[in-house]
């Protein structure tokens, strides 16, 4: 019999196992995503993976009864580490409790079926088109009239917040959600402060660094795809790259300066994406791979020396642009090391931020520099900002709405917030959407 002739042979997986269909074992199936597992109401369909983190990930997903798209953060294994439960308790709190454009909304907590029990939470957000650092990575460029707008438009989130006493602490690129016609809404509020609070337990926590009127007609630009209150604060605060210097130098009372010291770092990166301007060579403005006292190697602890001459300590790239602080402005700092290891670093007056920005113009450079200073009483402050002649042309007055009154986080007070007592804060968030959840 021909090759033409022989009977076709289909190999199979399952070749030479002639089984009875009941004793076949199905195949195993591959998960499309996290969200198979996901266990979230009906109205609620699943449509793509948009992010994960240490706290687990987040979907972009179809909410059927708002009929709109939606952000579904599912955080995983609440209770295994108290510290980061009480930021996912932090973010909740702080988020239901603000309202504005510039900040993104929190549509809903998923009710969990036992409040006893329950270890994972889903919360459903405002969705927004990308991210500050995703932005900042697409190889465009940005008119800038786009750079400004975006910066107004973060200003007016920031102005909004620190009048309902809050201190984001953590403002990078990441934590700045973008749409295409420039709108920004501010996230991430986990290691947020509400200055208004007493908050007796905030220094245990480990000193660690986290790894003028627009018309309606005016044109809107688009983006393209892609009395100062002491507080005992905790240093365990905020990206490196956007830190404040009093936050690298563990300063105790810090003010609302520290976000704007973070806003002119992002300013500054995004003025990386005018024309002109090298797709290799953005990036942020002031990148340290270290930053004494927080991470210092252990051989040379006490050596201040040794760390003042790394070109990439986080202080010396901030000193190689800004110049060294003044006398005056090191003996404003409290803490006597943090004196002694700002005079351990040459004296230099810096290169300048125009010699960084030679093709931004002056505006541009002027509020830069006004945000970007060592002494956090010079800096601008965000109504200041918001005057700045820079926005003269996209301003509306009628955005920078302020909050009503602080905002008071009470579990802050508490002494000792054991997993029992976590719980039943979170339980009282969650009442606030779903009142039918009794009360532990």
């Not at 179809?62 to 439960?85: N, P, Q």
């Not at 337990?201 to 002491?230: C, D, Y």
């Not at 010291?261 to 990386?272: M, Q, T």
Request: glycine content about 6%; charged content about 30%.
């Amino acid at each position: 019999m021909g090759d033409r002739d022989a009977p076709k042979r289909h190999v199979s997986f399952s070749e030479g196992a002639e089984k009875k269909p009941e004793e076949r074992k199905s195949a195993p199936i591959i998960p499309k995503g996290p969200a198979d597992r996901w266990k979230i109401p009906p109205r609620y369909e699943v449509k793509q993976l948009i992010g994960t983190g240490s706290y687990g990930s987040v979907c972009e997903a179809y909410d059927s009864e708002r009929k709109g798209l939606v952000a579904i953060k599912r955080i995983a294994h609440m209770f295994e580490d108290l510290i980061d439960c009480k930021r996912i308790l932090r973010e909740i709190a702080i988020l239901s409790k603000l309202n504005h454009e510039h900040i993104v909304g929190i549509y809903d907590i998923v009710a969990p079926r036992d409040m006893s029990t329950f270890d994972e939470l889903y919360m459903v957000m405002e969705i927004c088109d990308s991210d500050l650092k995703k932005l900042c990575r697409t190889d465009v460029t940005l008119t800038a009239l786009h750079i400004n707008t975006l910066l107004y438009n973060l200003l007016v989130g920031l102005k909004y917040l620190h009048s309902a006493g809050i201190y984001h602490r953590d403002l990078k690129p990441a934590n700045c959600l973008v749409n295409q016609d420039c709108s920004v809404k501010i996230c991430d509020f986990g290691l947020s402060r509400a200055i208004g609070d007493e908050q007796p337990h905030l220094h245990a926590l480990p000193n660690t660094p986290r790894g003028a009127g627009e018309s309606e007609s005016a044109q809107v630009p688009g983006v393209p795809h892609t009395q100062r209150l002491k507080r005992h604060l905790t240093g365990h605060v905020v990206t490196r790259w956007y830190r404040a210097p009093e936050l690298i130098l563990l300063q105790e009372n810090y003010t609302e300066a520290i976000d704007i010291w973070s806003v002119g770092c992002i300013y500054a990166e995004l003025l990386g994406m005018l024309e002109g301007t090298k797709t290799q060579d953005r990036g942020p403005l002031f990148p340290g791979s270290s930053c004494f006292p927080l991470s210092p190697d252990h051989k040379h602890k006490t050596d201040y020396k040794f760390h003042t001459r790394g070109k990439h300590d986080q202080l010396n790239m901030i000193f190689n642009l800004l110049g060294t602080p003044s006398e005056r402005d090191i003996e404003q700092l409290e803490r006597d090391d943090a004196k002694r290891y700002i005079r351990c670093f040459a004296k230099r007056p810096g290169e300048g931020l125009r010699s960084k920005f030679p093709h931004v113009d002056v505006d541009s450079n002027d509020i830069l520099d006004r945000m970007l200073r060592f002494n956090p009483r010079e800096r601008l402050p965000v109504t200041s900002a918001l005057d700045h002649k820079l926005f003269q042309d996209i301003r509306d007055a009628h955005k920078e709405t302020t909050a009503p009154s602080f905002i008071s986080l009470e579990f802050e007070k508490e002494p000792d917030l054991d997993e029992t007592l976590l719980r039943k804060y979170f339980c009282k968030e969650i009442r606030r959407y779903h009142a039918e959840v009794p009360e532990l």
